[in-house]
C-alpha cells in the first residue's frame, strides 16, 4: 500500500429506474450537485481503457484480486481542454486514483503508436505508462461511454454518483472521433450507482441511501464493456 495516496471506500449497485428516482429525490434535499455539472445536472463522460498483451486488468478483475491496477485516458463533454491519463488502483477495499494531464497533441501522438511522447523527465506516472506499452505491451482496448448525474458532501468527502446510458465504442480507440457512435453495454432500464467516501458516511446520508435493501457488485464498467466486445464481435480475450 502506498501511504502516500489518498483512499478512499467506494461502493457500487446495479438499481433501476424506480430506485433511482427515489434515492436521487432523498439526496437533492441534502448533497450538492457537483460544481461541474451542467444545466441538466450532469456531465458526458468517454474514457479509453489500457490493457496488457495478456489482459491483466481484465483478467484479475474478474478473477477477484484485490489488490490491481487499470490504466485509462478519460475526458469530459467531449472536450479536449482536459485529458487526463490516470491509473485506478485498488488496495483491499479501498481505491486510489493518480493521473497526469496530456495535451491533445501527445493524445493525438499516442493513438498513432508513439508511445515515447510520454518520455517525460518528472512525470512517474507516465514513465510507468511508457514502460508498460514498452514491455508488456499495454494498448488502448475498449472505450467506454456514459452520463453521470453526481452528488457531493464534505463532511466525509462524500460522492455519489449515477451513471445512466452505459455504452462501448467496440473496436474504436479514438476517443474524439466525431463520427464514432457507441452501442448500449447494459440494459438501458440499470444504473450505477457508487458511493464514494473517506472514513465515514454521515449518518443521514446512509439512511437516505437505504444501501442495506441494495445488492452490492464488483460493476466494473470496463469489464461490462470488455465482455460486450467479446460476445457480440470477433475479439478473443
Not at 20 to 46: A, N, T, W
Not at 99 to 125: H, S, W
Not at 206 to 235: D, P
Request: glycine content about 4%; aromatic content about 12%; charged content about 30%.
Amino acid at each position: 500500500m502506498n501511504t502516500n495516496l489518498n483512499y478512499r471506500n467506494e461502493l457500487k449497485f446495479f438499481i433501476n429506474h424506480h430506485q433511482y428516482f427515489i434515492i436521487r429525490q432523498r439526496l437533492k434535499d441534502l448533497m450538492q450537485p457537483d460544481k461541474h455539472v451542467g444545466p441538466s445536472g450532469e456531465y458526458h463522460i468517454r474514457s479509453l481503457y489500457f490493457d496488457d498483451i495478456n489482459n491483466k486488468a481484465l483478467h484479475e478483475k474478474q478473477g477477484g484480486i484485490r489488490d490491481r491496477s487499470k490504466y485509462r485516458i478519460r475526458i469530459y463533454n467531449g472536450n479536449d481542454n482536459i485529458i487526463h491519463f490516470e491509473k485506478k488502483i485498488k488496495f483491499k477495499d479501498y481505491i486510489a486514483k493518480v493521473k497526469e494531464p496530456l495535451t491533445r497533441a501527445m493524445y493525438d501522438q499516442l493513438i498513432a503508436g508513439q508511445f515515447d511522447v510520454l518520455k517525460e523527465g518528472n512525470k512517474p506516472l507516465l514513465n510507468e505508462i511508457h514502460n508498460e506499452m514498452k514491455h508488456n505491451l499495454l494498448r488502448p482496448k475498449v472505450i467506454v461511454d456514459y452520463v453521470r448525474e453526481p452528488y457531493v458532501y464534505d463532511n466525509g468527502n462524500v460522492r455519489i454518483t449515477f451513471d445512466k446510458n452505459l455504452r462501448t465504442g467496440l473496436h474504436a480507440i479514438d476517443i474524439f472521433d466525431q463520427t464514432l457512435d457507441p452501442i448500449q453495454a447494459i440494459d438501458n432500464e440499470m444504473i450505477i450507482l457508487e458511493v464514494k467516501f473517506d472514513g465515514y458516511i454521515p449518518a443521514f446520508i446512509k439512511i437516505a441511501l437505504q444501501l442495506e435493501g441494495l445488492n452490492r457488485q464488483s460493476a466494473s464498467k470496463y469489464v461490462i464493456c470488455r465482455k460486450f466486445l467479446k460476445y457480440n464481435t470477433w475479439e478473443d480475450q
